[in-house]
């Protein structure tokens, strides 16, 4: 017997549709992380609660990020992928690390500070214990490694505090996860107006989609910002610039990449130009993508039986961990 894989636990969330921010960010390393690791990827579909989606909605919202996590590369024979709210063990393990969370710790999270000031209307328990939803999801597998963005890692830290807390109180039973991604810088890509990144909510049409059809992909390059173009050689380029030779570094080949950055280094740049041909580049890698996700989404059929065969793994895994916790907290009476 080889030696165990480490386990990666990640959630996606089921609201809005992916962008070219989430494949480069989250997706790609996903697709690599399936090979090397015991990985659980799951739809947030509880976590997505605390804002009271339209209930007509949630089961279409569902279907699509599955269907765009597969179509970008996912494969279901290799990671166990499913939906939060098929594994009730989840919010078993939830109920029990809540008696371990205390209310002072919640209150300072700074995201939920934010939450409360977006909307000081909706301050439900479910936004106060997103933190401990968020450790039972990992640590119902007992996982290792999280690959989360910079905005989570604090809530990976209360992660680690609260397996320490049951760890130290019953007896040894999770490890502390930790945050991970491959050693490269994340790649960050900013919106193509120059204001922030891509964003599922914000400015749209600087936000490239990945069911963007052909022509809203060249649209809303061409309509990205740019500007008259250097005026010496070898200048420095702004932050908008940039951005648009990061894209082009995603999607074309590398002599397309050569050409643009020497007309740049020497002043002949033409942006039209190369506008034109990132939209080509950027339409060629997206289009297969958003044709594949199209037709998994229609095959509903196939998708629960993704679900369910996904749910069938994660509920092993997951019952496992939880005969064990109720085990050290004395919770099995026969």
């Given at each position: 017997?080889?030696?165990?894989?480490?386990?990666?636990?990640?959630?996606?969330?089921?609201?809005?549709?992916?962008?070219?921010?989430?494949?480069?960010?989250?997706?790609?390393?996903?697709?690599?992380?399936?090979?090397?690791?015991?990985?659980?990827?799951?739809?947030?579909?509880?976590?997505?609660?605390?804002?009271?989606?339209?209930?007509?909605?949630?089961?279409?919202?569902?279907?699509?990020?599955?269907?765009?996590?597969?179509?970008?590369?996912?494969?279901?024979?290799?990671?166990?992928?499913?939906?939060?709210?098929?594994?009730?063990?989840?919010?078993?393990?939830?109920?029990?690390?809540?008696?371990?969370?205390?209310?002072?710790?919640?209150?300072?999270?700074?995201?939920?500070?934010?939450?409360?000031?977006?909307?000081?209307?909706?301050?439900?328990?479910?936004?106060?214990?997103?933190?401990?939803?968020?450790?039972?999801?990992?640590?119902?597998?007992?996982?290792?490694?999280?690959?989360?963005?910079?905005?989570?890692?604090?809530?990976?830290?209360?992660?680690?505090?609260?397996?320490?807390?049951?760890?130290?109180?019953?007896?040894?039973?999770?490890?502390?996860?930790v945050p991970?991604?491959?050693?490269?810088?994340?790649?960050?890509?900013?919106?193509?107006?120059?204001?922030?990144?891509?964003?599922?909510?914000?400015?749209?049409?600087?936000?490239?989609?990945?069911?963007?059809?052909?022509?809203?992909?060249?649209?809303?390059?061409?309509?990205?910002?740019?500007?008259?173009?250097?005026?010496?050689?070898?200048?420095?380029?702004?932050?908008?610039?940039?951005?648009?030779?990061?894209?082009?570094?995603?999607?074309?080949?590398?002599?397309?990449i050569k050409?643009?950055?020497?007309?740049?280094?020497?002043?002949?740049?033409?942006?039209?130009?190369?506008?034109?041909q990132l939209?080509?580049?950027?339409?060629?890698?997206?289009?297969?993508?958003?044709?594949?996700?199209?037709?998994?989404?229609?095959?509903?059929?196939?998708?629960?039986?993704?679900?369910?065969?996904?749910?069938?793994?994660?509920?092993?895994?997951?019952?496992?961990?939880?005969?064990?916790?109720?085990?050290?907290?004395?919770?099995?009476?026969?």
């Open positions: 017997m080889g030696t165990e894989k480490e386990i990666v636990v990640s959630g996606i969330r089921s609201t809005g549709i992916l962008h070219l921010g989430n494949y480069f960010g989250a997706i790609r390393n996903y697709i690599r992380m399936q090979e090397e690791f015991n990985c659980y990827f799951f739809v947030a579909d509880w976590h997505a609660l605390t804002t009271h989606p339209d209930p007509k909605e949630l089961r279409g919202n569902v279907y699509r990020v599955l269907a765009e996590n597969i179509a970008s590369g996912l494969d279901p024979e290799k990671v166990t992928l499913y939906v939060q709210s098929d594994i009730p063990e989840i919010a078993e393990l939830y109920l029990l690390l809540n008696m371990m969370a205390y209310k002072g710790e919640l209150e300072k999270v700074p995201t939920f500070k934010d939450k409360v000031r977006q909307n000081p209307d909706n301050v439900n328990a479910g936004l106060l214990t997103y933190p401990v939803l968020m450790t039972a999801d990992i640590l119902v597998h007992r996982g290792l490694k999280v690959p989360v963005g910079k905005d989570q890692e604090q809530h990976l830290e209360m992660s680690r505090n609260f397996a320490q807390r049951f760890n130290n109180r019953y007896g040894y039973l999770f490890p502390e996860p991970f991604n491959y050693g490269d810088d994340l790649i960050k890509i900013n919106s193509l107006d120059g204001v922030g990144k891509m964003s599922k909510s914000e400015n749209q049409n600087s936000t490239i989609f990945l069911n963007d059809s052909d022509d809203d992909i060249r649209y809303k390059i061409k309509r990205a910002k740019t500007d008259s173009g250097p005026q010496e050689p070898n200048s420095a380029k702004p932050d908008y610039i940039a951005n648009l030779f990061t894209l082009m570094g995603l999607v074309s080949t590398p002599d397309t050409h643009f950055e020497d007309t740049f280094n020497n002043c002949t740049i033409r942006y039209g130009d190369m506008k034109k939209a080509e580049d950027m339409v060629a890698f997206i289009a297969p993508i958003r044709e594949k996700a199209e037709a998994i989404q229609q095959d509903t059929a196939y998708l629960t039986r993704i679900m369910r065969y996904g749910a069938e793994k994660a509920r092993a895994s997951a019952a496992q961990t939880l005969q064990e916790a109720r085990k050290l907290m004395g919770i099995n009476f026969y």
